[in-house]
Structures are given as C-alpha cells and as structure tokens.
T-cell receptor, first 113, second 113 residues
C-alpha cells in the first residue's frame, strides 16, 4: 500500500499528558499537511511542510502544538499538556508538486479524558 | 478568509433516488476537490476540478465546477446504500491562502435500501 499512513490510529490520554502522532506521506510527495477535524465539521488546516521546511501555521496551532518533518519524509505532530478541547481526529495529507490534489491518511483519533 | 458553504448538511433518501449537493463560496478557487469520508477514516478523494465550467463523471457521480470557479455541485444518479457517507468539498488557492484546503462542513448522506 503506497498511501498516506498514520500512527497510532487511536490514542486515549489523560489531560495534561503529551502525545505524539506520526505521518508517513506518499513517497516523493514533497508537501505534507496536518488538519484537525471535530465531530460534524470539515477538517481545519493546522500546518504544512514543503520538504523539511514548515511554511505555514494556522492560528489554531497554539504553542502547545509542534510539528516537524526533519528529513523531508515522515512528519510528527506533538501536543503538550493536552486539554479536553484537543480531542479530535488529526488528519495528515500529502501532495505532489504541480497539483492542488491532497491525499489523506486514515487519521489519528485523539481522546483526552 | 475563504469560506465554503455546503448544502444540505443532512440528506436521507431512498435507494434509486437522485440527489445534488452544493458547495458555494464568494471566493475564487484554483481547484476544488470532492472527498467522501466514512466514520473513523480519513477523506478519500473522489475528483479534482480545475477549469471553470468543467464537468467530470465518475460512474453515477457527476461533478461540476462553476464558470467563475466559486462554486461546485455533486450529483448522484440512482443512489445506492453504498453511497452512504460524508461528502466534503474543499477548495484550494495557492495565491491567496497558500496551499491549504478550505473545507465545507460536509453533507451527511444516508441512502436507505
């Protein structure tokens, strides 16, 4: 399977704990995106990378959130000191150059108790 | 801020009926994508439309991009229970909003046998 993969698929944590999610994009896709989706809503943009450079961050990305893509391949999204309001589906997408089309992974469902 | 309004939000129909979902904005998009999402999964790409007035067909699904590239529609002919899911439209405009996708809130379609 050469699609976008995300790990873990589900994460349950207690408020105040740190969590880290991983995304492996489609190989040779130089752009990688993170979105957050809450129940009954469409996904909302968080941040994106072109190769290893983080080029844009949403205002939704508070200072408790950090994302990296150190070698321009996989990416991690870390949330520190989780809050109940962080509970959501975190989606990763990748896109090749020359097109607007983004391909999504299966998502990581985060539940903060 | 670019916004996409999607309607209707919920649609419940009988197998064999036709339906249309609308996606409207006051902003111009360079392209518009339609996705279908199942519960607990990431959005799966159905189609990308890039040219004003463009019509694309995918079996029983017909997608249209408005002449001014501000709106789009998805028409399903003879809906089947397997069409049940959340349909999302998403617009991209690299010039004005970077590479992010702006999503509508989605249309939850239920096709009853």
């Amino acid at each position: 399977d050469t699609g976008v993969s995300q790990d873990p698929r589900h994460k349950i944590t207690k408020r105040g704990q740190n969590v880290t999610f991983r995304c492996d994009p489609i190989s040779e896709h130089n752009r990688l995106y993170w979105y957050r989706q809450t129940l009954g809503q469409g996904p909302e943009f968080l941040t994106y990378f072109q190769n290893e450079a983080q080029l844009e961050k949403s205002r939704l990305l508070s200072d408790r959130f950090s994302a990296e893509r150190p070698k321009g391949s996989f990416s991690t999204l870390e949330i520190q000191r989780t809050e109940q309001g962080d509970s959501a589906m975190y989606l990763c997408a990748s896109r090749p150059s020359g097109t607007d089309t983004q391909y999504f992974g299966p998502g990581t469902r985060l539940t903060v108790l | 801020t670019q916004l996409l309004e999607q309607s209707p939000q919920f649609l419940s129909i009988q197998e064999g009926e036709n339906l249309t979902v609308y996606c409207n904005s006051s902003s111009v998009f360079s392209s518009l994508q339609w996705y279908r999402q199942e519960p607990g999964e990431g959005p799966v790409l159905l189609v990308t439309v890039v040219t004003g007035g463009e019509v694309k067909k995918l079996k029983r699904l017909t997608f249209q991009f408005g002449d001014a590239r501000k709106d789009s529609s998805l028409h399903i002919t003879a809906a089947q229970p397997g069409d049940t899911g959340l349909y999302l439209c998403a617009g991209a405009n690299e010039e004005t909003s970077g590479s992010r996708l702006t999503f509508g809130e989605g249309t939850q379609l239920t096709v009853n046998p």
